[in-house]
């Protein structure tokens, strides 16, 4: 009879240490839930600023927009509709002056967040990496400003590629030596930017 009574007084115990931890996480996470997001928010803001300057960004509704690239091509670099996570619409006095576009493809590590502004004559403004989990001294490589700045003032005009040695054409964007995985991904996620620009820009006119 003991036996069982202990086994009930324990299990109570547990009950309520469970639930006392239940709450104390619930009431941690509620308290750090808003500074995470303002936190990110500051993160996105200072990309967008960074990649195309404006006095305010204005985030698209993308359901409005059909994006349906053409997807037949090297799946390595082709345009994916499903890596567009946000539009921003930059303007200043009044004017619209580009859009910024935050997309997540696929790297070494796992997905590679990046944003690309591209203005309003269709000029690529820079991209920023935001968030990426490639290899140290590798794959990380790609928030270097100096590797991509490759991609300043190319013309979303046609797709880039990746080659492994010097570029000889104005579409092209030369591999970070070691990681041409996490270069293919960054420069898909470019040219599922430059695609979703010509959706935007065309469902404007």
Known sequence: MNSKNDILKTGIILLVVTGIAAIVLGFFNFITERPIAKQLENTNMEAMKAVLPAEQYTKLDLSKYKFNFDTSGDSKLTPDPKLIEEINEGKSSGNVVGY??????????????????????????????????????LGAKSEDANWNKQYKDKKADKDLTVVKTTPTQDNQIQAITGATITSRAVTKGVNTAIEAYKVIVGSNK
Do not use: H, L, W, Y
């Not at 944003?115 to 140290?136: A, F, L, R």
């Open 100 to 137: 910024v576009i935050k997309v997540a493809p696929q790297g070494f590590g796992g997905p590679i967040e990046e944003m690309i502004g591209i203005d309003k004559d269709g000029k690529i403004t820079g991209i920023k990496i935001v968030n990426q989990s490639e290899t140290p001294g």
